[in-house]
């Protein structure tokens, strides 16, 4: 064909491709512009590369493809540049300003937007002006830089109102009202946001209208005004389901379930956060976006299951409770269980419900604890509520008891920050982990040093060391970190969770001390009774639940009680989330009574397992039985085993410690039953794991 002709496809392509992105379909939009980028090449026609990677830019923007969006506007730019034309400059600039913006490049989107500002200016150009202005004021109300982004903002407005142009009034009373309402201006907020519905309604636009009463429900909430945030928030939500907004709903319908709540409408702000979370889930797993976006949309939703829970609480419905924090903490499981199965891109419902393993049921949550021996401690953060559940194997949830342990959570408040009610740890829990891990030893490390960490280790072992070994062990962790120590024995296995079989020889042996160890230059009657905030940690998490703990073990029948020298194992399992992770739960211990001042720890009356969901333990229980379903040749089962690691000489000389040869042998055994290949010793380093 001609060039000519040949020109004209390229150009076809392109109209195409602007139809397909105008109708949503923007993987044909993509492709269409790639030809017309192709034959741009060939043709080597700069005025054909330019529209080509603009309208390919736009198309892999609206994907969330930013990255990609980048390289095509960086690539238009340096066209416009050849081709001199100032149009297509700032628009190209405007384009990189807004994406640097979206990536958090706050530096080079004020560049950009600057050099599109005075473009604009040199042309006349008063919309381009009024862009350039209002991208601008975007950066620095996300940069906090709330008086500038007024500045900004403020102009955008200025311009608009002279030119007469409606739409871009309406934008600028919608940031104004934004930058207000960050500010805690809220009855101005209320007065720009007000402007904004009403230019939006005189232009019918219903996606400008849509923003807007959802600003308003917002800001009302706010103030407290429920009754106003409904009206509003409703309205909203109306023109964004006929819009198929379906971010847009999902955001209106957990921000209304928070007003509803708020409201004293707990049936119906259930119903608004349940379909918030399910909208949110779809559109988490149908995008092909920036982490960065599924990001934000998996905090949102974090926020939905946790105002579920505590509005199912207050409904008394504590069971579907525990199923929502079960759900809530396992989207990131499953989503990686997807994408190794390469079903992310595909989409196809059946495989996802294939590789989906959460309950959907209480029943099913029940189940999984009934295949396995442990009695059950489920905690759950929300909302400034710590909820928790005890669920015995055969028996189902036997107790549920919540506290607060935020002080400045209320029902259904937000800040004028954002829209999520993330999970909050609150005064009292946080106090009680900072202050054990400060007693404890634990440093955070600090960046700012310039100490090498070949010098701050010995260091850090020296003087934890003077800490440890003062008269009377005043911060008392020696029983505990004695490598030789009940709790440090491998006295427990995952295989005897699942019934793989348990390895002999480890609980015995571990209560004896050896010599040469920190615990043997003690005398035997120094107890450690450790800092008041393990008393208090017990008391917050585990005394609800004290008449409900097991007492028998699996070497225990009838009425017999496990005993300090009963060899036999009383097994808890501890499904954890967030900061919770940071509470040393081995060593808390009940309060000391006057009739026993040697209460055992935690890790001596129980053999503890920690997971981060009960969905964990069912796909360890699939994998364990399709595993056993093979023959040994067809077998490709790995595991990792490690055991009796050799520590370096500066630690054994400064504790004592010795090797732990009862450690090596179950490693062996353990690698034998699930064919690995046990790494011990030497082999046994971070470098050989990673």
Wanted: charged share 20%.
């Amino acid at each position: 064909s001609t060039p000519t002709a040949l020109m004209d496809k390229g150009r076809a392509f392109g109209n195409l491709g602007d139809c397909y992105d105008a109708l949503g379909d923007l993987e044909e939009a993509v492709k269409c512009h790639e030809q017309h980028l192709a034959i741009g090449l060939k043709l080597k026609s700069s005025r054909d590369l330019e529209r080509a990677y603009r309208g390919l830019g736009h198309s892999h923007k609206k994907l969330g493809n930013l990255q990609q969006a980048l390289v095509c506007f960086e690539k238009r730019l340096v066209v416009a540049h050849e081709l001199n034309n100032s149009e297509a400059k700032a628009s190209a600039y405007g384009e990189l300003g807004h994406i640097h913006t979206t990536l958090g490049n706050y530096e080079q989107a004020i560049s950009c937007l600057e050099h599109q500002l005075t473009i604009a200016r040199d042309l006349k150009d008063k919309v381009a002006e009024a862009d350039a202005s209002c991208g601008l004021g975007q950066v620095y109300q996300q940069m906090g830089e709330y008086s500038t982004a007024l500045r900004y903002h403020q102009a955008d407005l200025d311009i608009a109102e002279e030119i007469g142009l409606a739409p871009l009034q309406g934008r600028a009373c919608g940031n104004l009202g934004s930058v207000h309402e960050s500010l805690g201006n809220l009855e101005e907020a209320i007065r720009y946001q007000e402007q904004h519905l009403t230019v939006a309604a005189q232009t019918n636009d219903k996606l400008a209208k849509t923003m807007a009463y959802s600003s308003l429900g917002r800001i009302h909430h706010v103030l407290g005004n429920t009754s106003q945030a409904v009206a509003y928030l409703q309205q909203g939500l109306q023109i964004a389901e006929v819009l198929g907004r379906r971010e847009e709903e999902a955001r209106i319908r957990h921000r209304l379930g928070l007003a509803l709540w708020g409201n004293g409408q707990l049936d119906t702000s259930q119903a608004q956060l349940e379909q918030a979370a399910h909208l949110l889930e779809s559109i988490r797993r149908e995008t092909r976006g920036s982490s960065d976006y599924k990001l934000s949309l998996f905090d949102l939703q974090t926020a939905s299951y946790q105002a579920l829970q505590h509005v199912l609480v207050g409904l008394g419905r504590k069971e579907e409770a525990l199923l929502v924090a079960e759900r809530g903490r396992t989207r990131a499981f499953v989503d990686l269980l997807l994408e190794r199965q390469g079903f992310v891109e595909t989409n196809t419902l059946n495989n996802q419900m294939k590789y989906d393993t959460t309950p959907s049921s209480v029943e099913q949550l029940v189940e999984i604890v009934n295949r396995q021996k442990a009695c059950v401690l489920y905690y759950s953060l929300a909302a400034g509520y710590l909820y928790s559940w005890f669920i015995v194997p055969g028996k189902g949830i036997v107790r549920f008891h919540e506290v607060a342990v935020s002080e400045t959570e209320k029902e259904g408040e937000v800040t004028t920050a954002g829209e999520e009610m993330l999970t909050s740890t609150g005064s009292l829990l946080d106090h009680y982990v900072q202050s054990i891990r400060d007693c404890l030893g634990v440093q955070s490390q600090n960046g700012d040093s310039d100490m090498d960490t070949s010098e701050m280790w010995p260091q850090h072992m020296e003087d934890f060391g003077d800490k440890l070994n003062q008269d009377g062990d005043r911060s008392g962790f020696l029983r505990m970190v004695n490598r030789n120590h009940f709790f440090n024995s491998s006295n427990y296995s995952l295989s005897s969770l699942f019934s793989l079989g348990s390895v002999s020889g480890s609980v015995a042996s571990g209560s004896a001390s050896r010599h040469g160890s920190v615990r043997s230059r003690r005398t035997s009657n120094q107890s450690w009774q450790g800092p008041a905030c393990l008393t208090a940690l017990y008391q917050l998490l585990i005394a609800p639940f004290e008449d409900c703990l097991p007492t028998m073990c699996n070497k225990t029948s009838g009425s017999i009680a496990h005993g300090k020298r009963c060899s036999g194992r009383r097994e808890l399992l501890l499904v954890l989330e967030g900061d919770l992770y940071l509470v040393p739960f081995p060593v808390l211990k009940p309060p000391s009574t006057s009739s026993d001042t040697n209460t055992e720890y935690l890790s001596e009356r129980f053999s503890l397992l920690v997971v981060p969901s009960l969905t964990s333990l069912r796909a360890n229980q699939r994998s364990r039985s399709s595993g056993a379903a093979k023959t040994q040749d067809q077998s490709n089962m790995t595991a990792l085993v490690v055991g009796n690691p050799r520590l370096p000489p500066a630690i054994t000389e400064q504790w004592g410690w010795n090797d732990i040869p009862h450690a090596e042998q179950e490693a062996t055994m353990v690698a034998e039953m699930l064919q690995a290949k046990a790494l011990i010793g030497p082999q046994a380093s971070k470098d050989s794991v990673l």
